[in-house]
């Protein structure tokens, strides 16, 4: 049975024994999942974070094939870890505060001690799409005319109601692959969360 995350659960990368990959018969998850990659199989813990308590870091290759980090912690310390940044972010009416509320749940979500390398995998690519549609939301403001009529529109990619359903249409698919990955593994105790997929307000 999987340990809930806490403090000191997570191991440093001198403890972690390496096991062979269990053989998937789920089709759904083997069509997902590029097994080709080794970004995949290359989410490995780091260190304590040098000046918060309490949160860890995963290092990871993100979606531009750039090395990244993801902090990991219980759900208290995530949030107040991650309060400054969503202080700013929610001055922008924009931003969608259910992203930010998936933010927070994959870093818990990866505090877990034990889980397959394709589901911390997973997990990175939430914490990845947030960052990145957040960011969009906020310069979709930004990039709005200061009149109506006036020149500089913003593309019509960047406008605030696309980006909204866009952020939301690609978590609620992720969220629906880690829900798959929790029943093909086994893990018993990982709280999926019930997003508001469809409230726009």
């Known amino acids: 049975m999987e340990d809930a995350p806490s403090d000191r659960t997570t191991p440093s990368p001198s ?35 040098r000046r918060h308590e309490g949160i860890f870091l995963f290092r990871y290759t993100d979606f531009r094939g ?14 107040n870890y991650f309060q400054p940044l969503v202080n700013e972010e929610e001055r922008c009416s924009a931003v969608d505060g259910l992203l930010l509320d998936a933010r927070s749940w994959c870093c818990w ?30 310069a979709s403001v930004m990039r709005t005319p200061v009149t109506p009529g006036g020149g500089g529109f913003m593309e019509a990619d960047d406008r605030p109601e696309k980006l909204f359903w866009e952020g939301r249409y690609y978590l609620h698919n992720l969220i629906a692959v880690v829900r798959e990955m929790k029943e093909t593994f086994g893990i018993t105790n ?3 969360p019930r997003l508001p997929w469809l409230d726009g307000n």
């Open 66 to 79: 750039w090395p990244a980090v993801q902090p990991a912690a219980n759900e208290w310390r995530i949030r």
């Open 109 to 138: 979500a990866q505090g877990f001690t034990h889980l397959e390398p394709e589901l911390r995998w997973v997990l990175t690519l939430i914490f990845d799409l947030v960052n990145v549609i957040v960011a969009k939301q906020r």
């Open 190 to 192: 990982l709280t999926i």
């Open 15 to 49: 403890n972690i024994v390496r096991v062979p990959i269990r053989a998937l018969s789920n089709a759904f998850l083997q069509q997902f999942v590029p097994y080709d990659n080794p970004a995949v199989f290359d989410v490995r813990p780091t260190h304590w974070h």
